[in-house]
């Protein structure tokens, strides 16, 4: 069982960066694929990035392709998200889940995933 603690969260300026940062303190990291997902007030959770277990296919939802980077170091048991380029509409606590998925798999959907961190918040300013 996968659990995960996310850090890096904050605010920060319209146009300017942060690093969001996942580390699965349980034993399956190597094992699973890793999501971010992430949910503003009053809106449903949604999909931001994914990876496969082995760092060798990325996804990304259409808002966040070419602005967000996702990786993952199966050595240091962590996944992270580069986000540059934010928006206010960017503004969320974000979320990341571990899950066995694999080719074929549907990384998008969250019920895909096992394991969820206590979320990070994002707050861009305009």
């Known amino acids: 069982q996968a659990q995960l603690v996310e850090s890096g969260g904050g605010l920060v300026q319209a146009g300017g960066s942060l690093s969001l940062s996942c580390v699965d303190s349980g034993r399956t990291f190597s094992r699973y694929a890793m999501g971010w997902f992430r949910q503003a007030p009053g809106k449903e959770r949604e999909f931001v990035a994914a990876i496969s277990w082995s760092g060798g296919n990325t996804y990304y939802t259409d808002s966040t392709k070419g602005r967000f980077t996702i990786s993952r170091d199966n050595a240091k048991i962590t996944a992270y998200l580069q986000m540059n380029g934010l928006k206010p509409e960017d503004t969320a606590v974000y979320y990341c889940?571990?899950?066995?998925?694999?080719?074929?798999?549907?990384?998008?959907?969250?019920?895909?995933?096992?394991?969820w961190g206590q979320g990070t918040q994002v707050t861009v300013s305009s």
């Open positions: 889940a571990a899950g066995a998925i694999y080719s074929g798999g549907s990384y998008s959907r969250p019920n895909a995933y096992t394991s």
